[in-house]
Each structure stands twice: as C-alpha cells, then as structure tokens.
C-alpha cells in the first residue's frame, strides 16, 4: 500500500514536472505572441499579440497608401495633364539607396526582422519631404487644398503606426542595431512654377511607390505572425 503511494506519487510528480516543462517551451515560443500592452502607466494591461499589432499596422498601412495614391492622382489630374514639363528626375526617389526585395519571391525569402526594418526606414524617411509638400501646398493654396488635407492626414497616419511598429520591434527584432538607417532628405532649390511642379510631383509619385512596399510588406508580416 505504501510502496503503491510512493509510485503514485511519483508518477503525479514527473508528469507534474512534464507539464511545467511542456508550458515552458511553449510559453518561450510564443512569448512575442501575447506580451502585455499597457493603456496608460497605471492602468489596466491588455493582452495584444504581434499577429494583432501587425493587423492594425497593416490597417493603417493600407489608409496611408490609398491617400497617397489619391493625392498622386489628384496632382496628376490637376497639374499634369496637358502640360509638357520634364519629368526626367521621377525616378530619382531619395528612398532609392534602400535596397528592398525586388520582388514577391524574394520578400517572400527576406527574414521578418529585416522586412520590419525596412518599413521603419522608409517611414521615418518620409518625415521632412512630408513636411515639405504640406508646406509647399499651404503657401500656394492654404487650406482650401484637398491634396493638403490629405497629405496632413498621412502624416497624423504615420505617426500612429510608427508607434505601433516600435511596439512591434521591441518584441520581434532580437538584436539592437537591427533597424535600418533613415536615408537624410534635402530640401531642393526651386527655380520657378515648373520647377516646383516637377519637384512635387517627383515627390508624390516616390511617395506612392514607397507606401505600396510598406503596405506590402507588412501584409506580408502579418500572414507569417498569424500562423504562429
């Protein structure tokens, strides 16, 4: 009787054992899939995992690129047509010397910590040009412009999902220095209406090219994260 006491013991105390082992690995695994996010310092936590967080980016993502690609549209429609300018700088985008997948295939083989790190780059990237178009469209047109509206619109967008994505990095890069480098912008030197025009429409255009690989990306990152 006791020696059967002493078995059954035994045996709850390695299968005991087995189980503390087994969560532990599996809480290991997943711990970038549940960490807590706070409301506020002082408050109550609310669980959101990664494949939650990237759902959100990508939500923000796709509103940015559809207000770039109708404030493009709208300048072209506006500005462009019927208008013989040159347009030999368009693809001179300062986001060039970024090197990013070149295609579905190759993102599809690009590690998530570098495919996050190259949607932080470029974002952050966009922040003085930003700045710029708005500016440009406040002096000409104030605040009757619709193209302003939207380019404020992004930009408030923007700022949102930057955090977001901080919030992302923290749990999924693995190494410091992991984030790409923010490629510098300078404001050009404008000439005359032409010029400007040029200028703008150079800018709008790199725009929409380059909110089309975030938003591409983190759809991408977000289908990984959700098989998890």
């Known amino acids: 009787m006791i020696i059967s006491q002493i078995y059954a013991q035994s045996s709850l105390k390695d299968l005991l054992s087995l189980l503390v082992l087994v969560f532990g690995v599996l809480s290991k695994a997943d711990v970038i899939m549940a960490n807590p996010i706070c409301a506020n310092e002082g408050g109550e936590c609310q669980t959101i995992s990664v494949s939650e967080l990237f759902h959100r980016a990508g939500e923000i993502?796709?509103?940015?690129?559809?207000?770039?690609?109708?404030?493009y549209n709208e300048f072209n429609q506006h500005f462009?047509?019927?208008?013989?300018?040159?347009?030999?700088?368009?693809?001179?985008?300062?986001?060039?010397?970024?090197?990013?997948?070149?295609?579905?295939?190759?993102?599809?083989?690009?590690?998530?910590?570098?495919?996050?790190?190259?949607?932080?780059?470029?974002?952050?990237?966009?922040?003085?040009?930003?700045?710029?178009?708005?500016?440009?469209f406040s002096a000409t047109h104030g605040n009757t412009s619709s193209i302003l509206?939207?380019?404020?619109?992004?930009?408030?967008?923007?700022?949102?999902?930057?955090?977001?994505?901080?919030?992302?990095?923290?749990?999924?890069?693995?190494?410091?220095g992991a984030i790409e480098q923010t490629v510098p912008w300078e404001q050009p030197l404008v000439e005359d209406g032409d010029s400007l025009i040029s200028q703008l429409y150079n800018l709008l255009h790199c725009f929409r090219r380059d909110t089309n690989k975030i938003d591409t990306y983190l759809k991408l990152l977000k289908c990984r994260f959700t098989q998890r």
């Open 61 to 71: 993502s796709h509103q940015i690129h559809a207000l770039s690609t109708e404030a």
């Open 149 to 176: 509206s939207k380019s404020m619109k992004i930009v408030k967008q923007m700022k949102q999902l930057a955090k977001g994505l901080n919030k992302i990095s923290e749990q999924v890069v693995q190494h410091s």
């Open 80 to 136: 462009i047509q019927g208008q013989h300018l040159n347009f030999s700088i368009i693809n001179n985008c300062h986001t060039s010397s970024i090197v990013t997948p070149q295609n579905k295939e190759d993102a599809l083989r690009t590690p998530h910590e570098r495919l996050l790190s190259l949607v932080i780059a470029i974002l952050r990237s966009w922040q003085d040009p930003l700045q710029y178009v708005i500016s440009e």
